[in-house]
């Protein structure tokens, strides 16, 4: 029978006697004896009045509540940490008087200061002949192309597994050792080139996680690098 039909009986449906409840929550306020007259099945399997029901399902609520202001707490100290990682790099850039001491120092503090970050390398495309160092990476844009032009169609990060030559391309001889990675492409100046971190954890970097922090660090770079290089192409 519907819970909501009338009864034969003249008593309230189940429906009435919710909505009264709900409409009167004081009402066991008045009626104390009610609560442990009543009896309902525990998941378990045991009846319990509705007073210790109340109370457990308070508890189970405080509890679950409990866990999300932990889940909050620990969010914010690693966005706290990762704000005073990110500043610390951020300086470290600025301060950078050569091109090579940017690629070294980016690479170094983001492997050293940033979680399951395992290798990072800066590479541009340009002509090594006219542009570059003894430890800036600057490689052919034909190269480039033929190696990683999948990653840079369109343009954005790209997050995720990758392939063995792509990974040799990026990491070179930590190739083998790489589970998963991101790049970024770059263009400080007229030079395209690409930021790529890597992980040895194969489910850290994947397709669907945000890339901000990415975006920001190849802001960073694109604004700063070019001073600090020389000739034709900035």
């Known amino acids: 029978m519907d819970s909501a039909s009338p009864k034969k009986d003249g008593l309230p449906s189940e429906t009435e006697v919710a909505r009264y409840l709900r409409n009167h929550p004081g009402f066991f306020l008045n009626n104390e004896d009610l609560l442990t007259e009543l009896k309902i099945t525990h998941k378990t399997g045991k009846a319990v009045s509705l007073l210790e029901r109340q109370v457990e399902v308070l508890r189970e609520r405080n ?18 940490l990762l704000f005073e990682r990110s500043k610390t790099l951020i300086l470290s850039l600025i301060e950078a008087r050569r091109a090579e001491e940017l690629s070294n120092t980016l690479c170094r503090h983001l492997v050293s200061d940033f979680e399951d970050i395992d290798y990072a390398s800066l590479i541009l495309f340009a002509d090594p002949k006219r542009v570059g160092g003894n430890s800036l990476r600057v490689v052919s844009p034909e190269q480039a192309q033929n190696q990683i032009g999948n990653l840079l169609r369109g343009k954005k990060s790209v997050c995720g597994v990758l392939r063995g030559e792509e990974l040799s391309f990026l990491f070179g ?3 083998d050792h790489i589970g998963s990675a991101a790049l970024m492409p770059i263009q400080p100046g007229n030079i ?30 694109n604004r700063t690098l070019p001073r600090l290089m020389k000739g034709p192409f900035l």
Request: net charge neutral; glycine share 4%.
């Open 63 to 80: 509890m679950d509540m409990r866990n999300r202001i932990s889940s909050m707490l620990d969010n914010a100290q690693r966005n706290d």
């Open 173 to 175: 001889k930590h190739a």
């Open 192 to 221: 395209d080139g690409v930021i790529a971190i890597a992980s040895k954890n194969p489910q850290h970097f994947k397709s669907s996680m945000g890339t901000i922090f990415l975006e920001y660090i190849a802001d960073v770079v």
